[in-house]
């Protein structure tokens, strides 16, 4: 195992990117941006999204490996190091914060997808159209003790992972993978894109209607940036803490922005083509894939049931892995601040988090079903929790790393991160320089005000 002075690295290059991509490759690409596309009216929020990312999602992924590799602390110490006696600390505890109520959510999620495999695996998609998909959807959500369970148990394999620690645990398991991932992403999307009325979905992700964007639609491509690459609150940045020296960080952070981009548009090529070839809502919301995938292989290959199952479990476990080496990055910048901060072994402080967790989950969880009827700003509990963590949180925190980058932090160390030492010949240092300085903070600071009805 690699040591610097007594922290773990990631044993190679190529594990770094593996393990950051793992983390922002998850349910926010297959599950989230789906949705959020079908809500916001589709291409243009896309072009929208694109232009966040470019913006400041690949700067601030810049700031947070910066922060990260500069400390070799996770990010609720980071700051601290960086900058110490002052309140810069903050962002690294809100980041910490912000990574503990998204696990909690997420990770209910993360159990419907263990659900539908299971589903798929034993037949109970057969003889369904798409009426009895979404009643199934339904009646499952809903159900106080069901999605429990898988809740449980998806916990229980995040803690496994993160207990066995950071190379044999996160590295090892994204190496893994992250290639079958992609493999099944493409091969569904080729399945997708074949089936009869295909091309109405494929208009709705290419052909872009300006006349639907509005302040919200801006908010929520932000949000859906900073939730997919997993930015804002520190968990790149505490997986930079365990690269080594010689990793590239403009390299990395291209990678990783290509990757999950990438993943993304192709998981909107699998929904789309296939919600309107069977006649689904695209803004059906958080069950337009539960609801689209198993009718559509059902459909395609009806009267061949074993395909149809075999196409259906090949899905949900895709799924179920992208969303386990996110819950695992989740879980590791809380786990990492109890370890370093109050010196808590590794076992002890996973198990503090994982039982947090459990608890945010059940609460959320419930909140689809028995207790929905109780609402924050019209929101039940789990669209609360989304909404504040990926559309308030998230850019708060990014926007506050990109200031800290910029403006506070020695501009010798952002050039010595970037060119790793002056090892490597740089041309857009003083660019990302820019960008973090004004360009990123503004558009968020503006994306926000527009939202709050201040250029109305
Ligand atoms: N990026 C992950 C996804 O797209 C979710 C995530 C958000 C992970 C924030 C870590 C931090 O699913």
Known sequence: MEHHGNRVNFGSKLGAILAAAGSAVGLGNIWRFPYETGNHG???????????????????????FVIGRRS???????????????????????????????????????????????QAVTGGFAHKDAAGFIQMFTQFSQDPFRPLLWLFIFMFMTHLVIVRGVKDGIEKSSKVLMPI???????????????????????????????????????????????????????????????????????????????DTLVAVLAGLIIFPAAFSVGIQPDSGPSLIFITLPNVFQLAFGDMPFVAAACSAAFYLLLALAA????????????????????????????????????????????????????????????ALDYLTAKVMLPVAGMLAAIFVGWVLDKKILQEEVTNHGHLKVSYYPLLRFILRYL?????????????????
């Open 324 to 383: 386990l080496t996110s819950t695992i990055s989740l879980h590791e910048v809380s786990t990492a601040f109890l370890h370093e901060r109050f010196h808590f072994t590794r076992g002890r402080a996973a198990t503090l988090i994982t039982t947090g967790c459990l608890i945010i989950g059940i609460v959320s969880s419930l909140a689809l079903g028995e207790w929905s009827s109780y609402t924050i700003g019209g929101l039940n509990m789990f669209d």
């Open 42 to 64: 589709g291409a243009a929020f896309i072009l929208i999204y694109l232009g966040c990312i470019l913006l400041f999602g690949l700067p601030i992924m810049m700031a947070e």
């Open 181 to 259: 991932l992609f493999i099944l992403v493409i091969v569904l999307g080729i399945c997708s894109v074949m089936l009869p009325g295909a091309e109405k979905g494929i208009n709705f992700l290419l052909n872009p209607d300006f006349s639907k964007v509005n302040a919200d639609v801006f908010l929520g491509a932000m949000g859906q940036a900073f939730f997919s690459l997993s930015l804002g609150m520190g968990c790149l940045s505490t997986y930079a803490s365990y690269f080594g020296k010689e990793t590239r960080l403009g390299h990395t952070a291209l990678s990783v922005g290509v990757i």
């Open 440 to 456: 990123s903070p503004i558009s968020i600071l503006m994306i926000f005000l527009n939202e709050l009805g201040f250029f109305k």
């Open 72 to 118: 070799k602390a996770s990010t609720g110490g980071a700051y601290e190091k960086l900058a110490p006696g002052t309140h810069w600390k903050w962002v690294g505890y809100l980041g910490v914060l912000t990574g503990f109520l998204i696990l909690g959510y997420y990770s209910v999620v993360a159990g419907w997808t263990l659900e539908y495999l299971f």
